[in-house]
């Protein structure tokens, strides 16, 4: 593992920064490309305004 896993320690770190990815992604704030099945994921930031609130808010949607 590379880059965002590959100090992670443990299954819970794996599946938290993993669903960061997913919520930044559903934002508007990344993007990714993967160029084979099970291959290296890359990320790309595109967020053009991201500010203190966009933060304080990621995951709210999961509070319902």
Known sequence: PRGPFA???GPG???ARLLSV???YRRGALSFEQL???GE???R???V???DESLANLG???DQ
């Open 7 to 9: 100090c992670a320690r």
């Open 13 to 15: 770190v794996v599946a």
């Open 22 to 24: 997913v919520v930044l």
């Open 36 to 38: 084979e099945p099970l």
């Open 41 to 43: 994921l890359t990320l």
């Open 45 to 47: 930031w595109t967020a």
């Open 49 to 51: 305004a991201w500010n």
């Open 60 to 62: 709210a949607d999961y």
